[in-house]
């Protein structure tokens, strides 16, 4: 059965809506926001995941969702597309992008304490990602965090750039990302930016709530290691172009 809490967020989804507070039906903390995104997950047909994605990796980011550190969310394969990408603007909810690191896993990672280098093993690619975010809530701080957990922290979908060939002897924390739109450079940022090193992402993502409610990272999923740069908000159709040092480009138009 589902709860009342995945009921309005799918409500919501299906029609393309604000989520609006719950209430009486949110969850109460993040373990159980965790819950309520697996419950998401099962309805969308998505478990076990297509992958994860990693919000909030930034202090910045973390005071502003009211965060002690990162949240995760589940991506469903349906969300999922190679660059260069198409999307209609008309499909989206108040959409941004974000300049990301991703990573396909090669090796499980069960859930629990995990180290940098235990997650290192795993890689087996590395690419330039864009996430597509929604800014599916009017009020953050009234719709609360483990709402937006449930919620999978704003992720809509994500783009998945050429898996890069020198990465293993690249210094990932070091490496640059730079994100346009129409052609404008409209951020940028260092892996570094992602909790010190992308591999730091990745270990924390594999010892979290988030993973160990769906089991578990597994071979073959995709993850969304974090954004080096605020999310940029859409006002229409446009070109997107993130680009980092190494890892290559991915390009995602919204017509």
């Excluded at 990573?103 to 093993?121: F, K, Q, S």
């Excluded at 709402?147 to 050429?162: E, K, M, N, P």
Aim: hydrophobic fraction near 45%.
């Amino acid at each position: 059965m589902t709860s009342p809490a995945a009921a309005a967020i799918l409500a919501a989804r299906r029609a393309r809506r604000v989520l609006l507070p719950l209430g009486d039906d949110a969850p109460r903390d993040a373990a159980a926001g965790y819950a309520v995104q697996h419950e998401v997950a099962r309805a969308l047909g998505a478990v076990p995941p297509a992958g994860f994605k990693i919000g909030a990796t930034t202090k910045q980011m973390q005071a502003y969702l009211g965060l002690d550190g990162p949240a995760a969310g589940f991506v469903a394969a349906e969300n999922l597309h190679s660059t260069p990408a198409t999307l209609r603007y008309a499909d989206l909810l108040a959409p941004g992008v974000e300049c990301e690191v991703g990573l396909r896993l090669g090796a499980d990672l069960p859930p629990g304490p995990c180290t940098r280098e235990r997650a290192a093993a795993a890689v087996a690619e590395v690419f330039a990602a864009i996430e597509i975010v929604e800014k599916r809530y009017t009020d953050l701080a009234e719709l609360g965090t483990p709402a937006l957990i449930g919620d999978q922290v704003f992720h809509r979908a994500g783009v998945l750039g050429t898996p890069a060939a020198g990465w293993r002897d690249a210094d990932l924390a070091a490496i640059r990302g730079r994100m346009t739109v129409d052609g404008r450079l409209r951020g940028e940022g260092a892996g570094a930016d992602l909790l010190g090193h992308p591999f730091e992402a990745l270990a924390w993502l594999a010892a979290s709530p988030g993973a160990a409610v769906f089991g578990g990272l597994r071979a073959g999923q995709v993850v969304f290691l974090g954004s080096v740069t605020p999310p940029i908000w859409l006002d229409g159709p446009c070109r997107v172009t993130v680009e980092f040092d190494t890892l290559g480009r991915v390009d995602l138009h919204v017509t």
